[in-house]
């Protein structure tokens, strides 16, 4: 393993950002995953060729922990010495520039994923949805985000139309922006607990043309803000956090659910798919819809439906102490 945090690269006075850099033949989801739940990284990405080795990045505002990540390396990664890991201070124009480079438009679904370096016009079929690398959290390269975007769409072809649509953890908005170009007729709030994200969202959605009134962004942890709770259930209820808060929330986001909603959870790896579902199957949630794409799941639930004869016999087990 190669690399330490040189503190004499940068400061906050200078402007810019650190940078971890993690390559290694292995597969760094694990690092991933672990980086994003300890660390705080401002923005993650992970590209993973079929022949290149892996590349791991995540851009922190503040300097990194060296012993965190070098015990999160030690811990996900098996041949730890075949690993390069480096991390080095960016100044603000640089990394800007750079990595929105990286970014080209991308066309999931429905949609047409753009950042503000793009000059060319999008394609009259899809929506469009401008949202700039390294902001919040979602800028639509992660799987994660790429499966609630294809969910989204399946809902649009569904005959019921959502009115009341909440994004839970909403980062950057994007998946707020887009449910509210499917559904411009729904009210969209989009909530976050970290006041940097709900601001980018606001801006995020002024670039998009999105209405206030259409789409509000508000500061709340969980459910505390009481303007979620004042829109009554929700039709749509998006989720893209990671696999252990998802979890937590399940009492909460299953009960702000309308009777006929649809659940979208995202952030988990397949492998968590079962842990997850087992919080909420009790709640009397079923699996619609399992989406994966490469080592990641979204999946869409909704209530089971308990037809009058299943509710009778329930009734009269739990009366008789069945």
Same mark, same amino acid.
């Given at each position: 393993?190669?690399?330490?945090?040189?503190?004499?690269?940068?400061?906050?006075?200078?402007?810019?950002? %650190?940078?971890?850099?993690?390559?290694?033949?292995?597969?760094?989801?694990?690092?991933? #995953? /672990?980086?994003?739940a300890?660390?705080?990284?401002?923005?993650?990405?992970?590209?993973?060729?079929?022949? *290149?080795?892996? &590349?791991?990045?995540? %851009?922190? *505002?503040?300097?990194?922990d060296?012993?965190?990540i070098?015990?999160?390396?030690?811990?996900?990664?098996?041949?730890?010495?075949?690993?390069?890991?480096?991390?080095?201070?960016?100044p603000?124009?640089?990394?800007?520039?750079?990595?929105?480079?990286?970014?080209?438009?991308?066309?999931?679904?429905?949609?047409w994923?753009?950042?503000?370096?793009?000059?060319?016009?999008? @394609?009259k079929?899809?929506? @469009?949805?401008?949202?700039?690398?390294? *902001?919040?959290? !979602?800028?639509?390269?992660?799987? #994660?985000?790429? !499966?609630?975007?294809?969910?989204?769409?399946?809902?649009?072809?569904?005959?019921?139309?959502?009115?009341?649509?909440?994004?839970?953890?909403?980062?950057?908005?994007?998946?707020?922006?887009?449910?509210?170009?499917?559904?411009?007729?729904?009210?969209?709030?989009?909530?976050d607990?970290? @006041?940097?994200?709900?601001?980018? /969202?606001?801006?995020?959605?002024?670039?998009?043309?999105?209405?206030?009134?259409?789409? &509000?962004?508000?500061?709340?942890?969980?459910?505390?803000?009481?303007?979620?709770?004042?829109?009554? #259930?929700?039709?749509?209820?998006?989720?893209?956090?990671?696999?252990?808060?998802?979890?937590?929330?399940?009492?909460?986001?299953?009960?702000?659910?309308?009777?006929? !909603?649809?659940?979208?959870?995202?952030?988990?790896?397949?492998?968590?798919?079962?842990?997850?579902?087992?919080?909420?199957?009790?709640?009397?949630?079923?699996? &619609?819809?399992?989406?994966?794409?490469?080592?990641?799941?979204?999946?869409?639930?909704?209530?089971?439906?308990?037809?009058?004869?299943?509710?009778?016999?329930?009734?009269?087990?739990?009366?008789?102490?069945?």
């Amino acid at each position: 393993m190669a690399g330490s945090i040189d503190n004499d690269k940068g400061s906050h006075e200078a402007g810019g950002h %650190w940078v971890l850099t993690v390559t290694s033949s292995e597969n760094l989801v694990a690092m991933e #995953t /672990a980086i994003d739940a300890l660390c705080n990284p401002d923005a993650l990405s992970l590209e993973a060729g079929d022949s *290149q080795p892996a &590349k791991l990045q995540a %851009w922190f *505002q503040d300097t990194p922990d060296e012993t965190t990540i070098h015990q999160i390396a030690e811990r996900a990664l098996e041949a730890l010495q075949e690993a390069n890991i480096s991390v080095e201070f960016v100044p603000a124009h640089d990394y800007l520039s750079e990595n929105r480079k990286s970014f080209p438009p991308l066309k999931i679904g429905r949609f047409w994923i753009y950042g503000s370096h793009i000059k060319q016009s999008p @394609p009259k079929t899809l929506h @469009p949805i401008l949202i700039d690398a390294a *902001q919040a959290f !979602g800028s639509g390269t992660h799987p #994660t985000t790429h !499966g609630c975007l294809l969910a989204l769409g399946d809902i649009k072809q569904q005959k019921r139309r959502p009115q009341n649509i909440l994004d839970m953890g909403c980062g950057s908005a994007i998946l707020a922006i887009a449910a509210s170009h499917l559904f411009p007729n729904a009210r969209v709030m989009a909530a976050d607990n970290d @006041p940097i994200s709900v601001r980018t /969202a606001a801006e995020n959605r002024q670039l998009n043309n999105v209405s206030r009134r259409q789409m &509000k962004a508000v500061y709340s942890a969980g459910f505390s803000n009481r303007l979620l709770s004042r829109n009554g #259930t929700y039709d749509v209820i998006l989720a893209n956090i990671l696999a252990r808060p998802l979890r937590q929330m399940a009492q909460d986001l299953t009960a702000h659910l309308s009777p006929h !909603g649809q659940l979208i959870l995202s952030g988990l790896l397949t492998p968590q798919v079962n842990w997850v579902m087992q919080a909420y199957l009790p709640r009397n949630m079923r699996l &619609k819809q399992h989406i994966i794409i490469g080592e990641w799941s979204c999946l869409v639930l909704g209530h089971r439906r308990i037809n009058p004869a299943q509710k009778h016999r329930d009734k009269y087990n739990r009366g008789a102490g069945i």
